[in-house]
């Protein structure tokens, strides 16, 4: 779950990480009274789910009054890489001396948390990786023993910031693994991490994603779910609970389990098919989630016809079959319908189907076969 | 031979009086597995289907002998009860729930490094494993494995797990053990746990890998078939068309940054002398082939 800027440097300031003072806001006027309210210089800042926002000119300097209010004019309503701005944040411009980088993340190698702290920040760190991979010092840290001032410390001092800013960059990091781990993070950045004139370190950018599994934790984690940059089908797969993914394709897919779901897009392809979508219904999926299903592949208008491969589990093939039949019974279903169902109570589920079949429904014995049938129903 | 599991292996169920824990419970008591226990704290003294109830793993495990449990508990007490199974002595631990918050994961898989050697974990969110003919613990569909080997089965994916054994099946291939580790990022068993495992096990003559994309662990298990494994492997990676930055479901499979694409798992597998199918009925066939030149 990624956030946006302004949601990150919120996320942050629970923490006590320092970053700019401003606010966020979708109103011109609004956008205004921040202004006035900060002091300027401000910066006014698009809020998309998209990089490259500032040579898109998604981010402007206001002198003044004037200025806020053109800014947010031009900026409020932009097309950035197919991403409307609906929200503007506002903050106070800060004067800068020198830029960093710091980052918390899971080095799933090492199956430890993995800090990185870089001297030269600003720019991509996958750009700083490549050019100067010397110019990064990381830091490993147990999940079970946590991360001790002495260790930060050391790993400042390795990354080789100017000494005036140590003591501050301490302070934020301490702060920053500790948001990282409380607050169920994937990932904490800070880029730039800025150290000003006056000696102060501080937040001046946020990109924070966060574990949706461990929203049961934090429900005020909802409001970030609910702003997650998603297409019509995914909206509506989401609000059913669906494990769904909108693609180009002419076939709609349904499968149980992540792996199997991506296995029957790569057999698609293979047999000259391109899929609609990535679907996992996923384990113990009963009637009403396949019905829920159908649905939201039904309204694909792209869709000719559909998958569904079933490798039961925790997955019943009856509940399959009786989930298939049901929806076939509440949706007008506009595409054909290829069934393979193998696995926990698989005969009993091909024996519900059995007397179903037609040219809207078939079934075959095997994943390719499927695939090759539902592909040439498609009419690719 | 099998590998971490087998008929004499007795287990407990964390979480048996559950719909889904009773469920799966009673299905591997039917395949044959020793399901000696249940747990609950406030259900102690009643039973599930004549499987007694004890108030935690610890007092189960005095009473029974089990050396494993299964855990079908819902995400939030996970971490609870990993620990708790690991204090009791547990020498294995299967965890099928999903939806394991991945700082929970971190955190007890190093705590379980550091204070259980002794204890190995298998998932969270995983099948679980089977030795056909002697054991199954978790949600794999039984009837789909052939016993006697000489395969040995481990794969990063549950459904994907039940694909390869049913393509071996329908080959008449058995299977010595099928570990499922699981789609999430801190998984407690690897890849290479698992093919040390069946390396050293001498039923076993050969391996199917099944991986996907995301991470590094498929690589790292090329790395490790490359220069440790004598044993022929055959492989496939599910998700070579999923578009980069799209999460496909599991927690731990996406392509990022240019990292963990199927190309280059595919690449450094054949590298290490993998034969590398392009979907599951390949990887079956090529298995196959190498069965019968053994």
Same mark, same amino acid.
């Given at each position: 779950?990624?956030?946006?800027?302004?949601?990150g440097?919120?996320?942050?300031?629970?923490y006590?990480?320092p970053v700019?003072?401003g606010e966020?806001?979708?109103?011109?006027?609004?956008?205004?009274?921040?202004?006035?309210r900060?002091?300027?210089?401000?910066?006014v800042?698009?809020?998309?789910?998209v990089?490259?926002?500032?040579?898109?000119?998604?981010v402007? /300097?206001?002198?003044?009054e004037?200025? *806020?209010?053109?800014?947010?004019?031009?900026?409020?309503?932009? &097309?950035i890489?197919?991403?409307?701005?609906?929200?503007i944040?506002?903050?106070?411009?800060?004067?800068?001396?020198?830029?960093?980088?710091?980052?918390?993340?899971?080095?799933?190698?090492?199956?430890?948390?993995?800090?990185?702290?870089?001297?030269?920040?600003?720019?991509?760190?996958e750009?700083?990786?490549?050019e100067?991979?010397d110019?990064?010092?990381?830091?490993?840290?147990?999940?079970?023993e946590?991360?001790?001032?002495?260790?930060?410390?050391?790993?400042?001092?390795?990354?080789?910031?100017?000494?005036?800013?140590?003591?501050?960059?301490?302070d934020?990091?301490?702060?920053?693994?500790?948001?990282?781990?409380?607050? &169920?993070?994937?990932?904490?950045?800070?880029?730039?991490?800025?150290?000003?004139?006056?000696?102060?370190v501080?937040?001046? &950018?946020?990109?924070?994603?966060?574990?949706?599994?461990?929203?049961?934790?934090?429900?005020?984690? *909802?409001?970030?779910d609910?702003?997650?940059?998603r297409d019509?089908?995914?909206?509506?797969a989401?609000?059913?609970?669906?494990?769904?993914v909108?693609?180009?394709?002419?076939?709609?897919?349904i499968?149980?389990?992540?792996?199997?779901?991506?296995?029957? /897009?790569d057999?698609?392809n293979?047999?000259g098919?391109?899929?609609?979508?990535?679907?996992?219904i996923?384990?113990?999926?009963?009637?009403?989630?396949?019905?829920?299903?159908l649905?939201?592949?039904?309204?694909?208008?792209?869709?000719?016809?559909?998958?569904? @491969?079933?490798?039961g589990g925790?997955?019943?093939?009856?509940?399959?079959a009786?989930g298939?039949?049901?929806?076939?019974?509440?949706?007008?279903?506009?595409?054909?319908?290829v069934?393979?169902?193998?696995?926990?109570?698989?005969?009993?589920?091909?024996?519900?189907?059995?007397?179903?079949?037609?040219?809207?429904?078939m079934?075959?014995?095997t994943?390719l076969?499927?695939?090759?049938?539902?592909?040439?129903?498609?009419g690719? | 031979m099998?590998?971490?599991?087998?008929?004499? !292996?007795?287990?407990i169920?964390?979480?048996?009086?559950?719909?889904t824990?009773?469920?799966?419970?009673l299905? @591997?008591?039917?395949y044959?597995?020793?399901?000696?226990?249940?747990?609950?704290?406030?259900?102690?003294?009643?039973?599930?289907?004549?499987?007694p109830?004890?108030?935690?793993?610890?007092d189960?495990?005095?009473?029974?002998?089990?050396?494993?449990?299964?855990i079908?508990?819902p995400?939030?007490?996970?971490?609870g009860?990993?620990l708790e199974?690991a204090?009791a002595?547990?020498?294995?631990?299967?965890?099928?729930?999903?939806?394991?918050?991945?700082?929970?994961?971190a955190?007890?898989?190093?705590?379980?490094?550091? &204070?259980?050697?002794?204890?190995?974990?298998?998932?969270?969110?995983?099948?679980?494993?089977?030795?056909p003919?002697?054991?199954n613990?978790?949600?794999?569909?039984?009837?789909?494995?052939?016993?006697?080997?000489p395969?040995?089965?481990?794969s990063?994916?549950?459904?994907?797990?039940?694909q390869?054994?049913?393509?071996?099946?329908?080959?008449?291939?058995?299977? !010595? !053990?099928?570990?499922?580790?699981?789609?999430?990022p801190?998984?407690?068993?690897?890849?290479?746990?698992?093919?040390?495992?069946?390396?050293a096990?001498?039923?076993?003559?050969?391996v199917?890998?099944i991986?996907?994309?995301?991470?590094?662990?498929?690589?790292?298990?090329?790395d490790?078939?490359?220069? @440790?494994?004598?044993?022929?492997?055959?492989s496939?990676?599910?998700?070579v068309?999923?578009?980069a930055?799209?999460?496909?479901?599991?927690?731990?499979?996406?392509?990022s940054?240019?990292q963990?694409?199927?190309?280059?798992k595919?690449?450094? /597998?054949?590298d290490?002398?993998?034969?590398?199918?392009q979907?599951?009925?390949?990887?079956?066939?090529?298995?196959?082939e190498?069965?019968a030149?053994?």
């Amino acid at each position: 779950m990624d956030l946006l800027e302004y949601q990150g440097k919120q996320f942050f300031a629970q923490y006590g990480i320092p970053v700019s003072d401003g606010e966020a806001t979708g109103d011109v006027e609004e956008a205004v009274a921040i202004a006035n309210r900060v002091g300027y210089p401000v910066v006014v800042k698009a809020q998309v789910h998209v990089g490259g926002r500032g040579k898109a000119g998604g981010v402007k /300097l206001a002198d003044n009054e004037a200025e *806020a209010r053109e800014h947010a004019t031009n900026i409020l309503g932009l &097309d950035i890489k197919g991403h409307i701005v609906k929200t503007i944040w506002v903050e106070v411009a800060s004067d800068i001396a020198e830029e960093y980088y710091a980052s918390f993340t899971l080095d799933r190698s090492a199956k430890q948390y993995l800090g990185m702290l870089s001297a030269e920040g600003g720019v991509e760190i996958e750009t700083v990786a490549e050019e100067n991979p010397d110019a990064i010092a990381k830091i490993h840290v147990n999940p079970a023993e946590g991360l001790s001032e002495e260790a930060c410390r050391a790993w400042v001092a390795a990354a080789k910031l100017n000494p005036k800013a140590t003591e501050g960059a301490v302070d934020i990091l301490m702060k920053l693994f500790t948001a990282y781990v409380e607050g &169920d993070a994937d990932l904490v950045e800070i880029n730039p991490l800025i150290l000003k004139p006056t000696g102060e370190v501080h937040a001046l &950018d946020a990109k924070v994603s966060l574990d949706a599994n461990a929203m049961y934790e934090h429900p005020e984690y *909802a409001q970030y779910d609910a702003t997650q940059p998603r297409d019509e089908r995914e909206e509506a797969a989401h609000a059913k609970g669906l494990q769904y993914v909108g693609l180009d394709g002419s076939v709609g897919v349904i499968a149980n389990g992540a792996g199997l779901a991506m296995s029957t /897009l790569d057999v698609v392809n293979q047999v000259g098919g391109s899929p609609a979508n990535f679907l996992d219904i996923g384990g113990g999926a009963n009637a009403d989630v396949m019905a829920g299903a159908l649905e939201v592949i039904n309204d694909d208008k792209n869709v000719k016809a559909i998958f569904i @491969n079933i490798f039961g589990g925790i997955t019943r093939g009856e509940e399959v079959a009786n989930g298939i039949i049901e929806a076939m019974g509440r949706v007008q279903l506009d595409s054909p319908i290829v069934v393979r169902l193998d696995g926990t109570n698989a005969e009993e589920g091909r024996a519900i189907l059995k007397p179903k079949l037609s040219d809207r429904l078939m079934m075959e014995d095997t994943m390719l076969s499927a695939a090759a049938k539902a592909v040439e129903l498609a009419g690719n | 031979m099998s590998i971490f599991v087998d008929e004499n !292996t007795k287990v407990i169920y964390q979480g048996l009086t559950g719909s889904t824990g009773r469920y799966y419970g009673l299905l @591997n008591r039917d395949y044959g597995t020793q399901v000696v226990a249940g747990t609950h704290p406030k259900k102690a003294g009643t039973d599930v289907d004549g499987i007694p109830i004890f108030a935690s793993v610890a007092d189960a495990a005095e009473a029974t002998g089990a050396t494993a449990t299964c855990i079908f508990i819902p995400a939030g007490g996970v971490q609870g009860a990993v620990l708790e199974a690991a204090e009791a002595g547990m020498e294995l631990v299967v965890c099928i729930t999903e939806g394991v918050p991945a700082h929970d994961e971190a955190n007890f898989f190093n705590v379980l490094r550091r &204070d259980f050697p002794g204890t190995r974990l298998l998932g969270p969110n995983c099948p679980g494993l089977i030795s056909p003919g002697k054991a199954n613990i978790g949600i794999t569909a039984g009837h789909i494995a052939k016993a006697g080997g000489p395969v040995g089965i481990v794969s990063r994916s549950g459904t994907l797990t039940y694909q390869a054994l049913y393509e071996l099946q329908q080959k008449d291939i058995g299977v !010595t !053990t099928c570990v499922g580790i699981g789609g999430d990022p801190v998984p407690g068993t690897s890849f290479i746990d698992c093919l040390e495992a069946f390396e050293a096990d001498p039923e076993t003559k050969a391996v199917m890998m099944i991986g996907e994309i995301g991470g590094s662990a498929e690589e790292e298990a090329a790395d490790y078939i490359k220069h @440790n494994m004598s044993k022929p492997v055959s492989s496939y990676i599910a998700g070579v068309t999923a578009p980069a930055g799209k999460k496909m479901g599991h927690a731990g499979a996406i392509v990022s940054g240019g990292q963990g694409t199927a190309k280059a798992k595919m690449e450094a /597998l054949e590298d290490a002398g993998v034969r590398v199918g392009q979907n599951p009925t390949e990887a079956g066939e090529l298995m196959a082939e190498i069965v019968a030149g053994l």
